[in-house]
């Protein structure tokens, strides 16, 4: 049996309720909006070791790839994950999230696309009290 054929064989389910945000705070020291990504749990139940792996893409350019670690997230919370300076904001950046819920794996990729975090795009999200955008 090849890998390719173990992979397809593994069954992992469709992700729900489990949102990125990116936000828009000012920063008082100095006076700039700073950026942050925030991972929001909108389920009832904890997510278990939740693995974060993030990178910026475009073309030749790339960021290093960054990975972050939450031991458990509890059910309708969020986590802080990373500061996202403005240079990264020109490029595609992906968050490939995975996490155990009920000691059953889930993975979900979201995409912030180059150039999008605008002014006009911000909402205001409730459970931050922060202005910002939503990745589902």
């Known amino acids: 049996m090849t890998i390719r054929n173990m992979k397809k064989d593994i069954n992992i389910p469709e ?16 006076k700039s909006n700073d950026h942050y990504a925030y991972l929001i749990n909108q389920k009832e139940v904890d997510l278990e070791m939740v693995l974060i792996v993030t990178q910026g893409i475009d073309g030749e350019r790339s960021t290093s790839t960054m990975r972050h670690k939450i031991e458990k997230l509890p059910g309708n919370s969020f986590a802080k994950v990373e500061l996202m300076q403005e240079e990264i904001l020109s490029l595609n950046n992906h968050f490939k999230i995975s996490f155990f819920e009920n000691n059953r794996m889930f993975e979900k990729e979201f995409i912030l696309k180059k150039n999008s ?20």
């Not at 909402?123 to 910002?132: A, C, P, S, T, V």
């Open 117 to 136: 975090l605008k002014e006009g795009a911000l909402r205001h999200i409730d459970i931050l009290n922060k202005r910002g955008i939503l990745l589902k």
């Open 15 to 30: 992700v729900e309720n489990v949102i990125l945000a990116i936000s828009q705070e000012y920063n008082e020291v100095f």
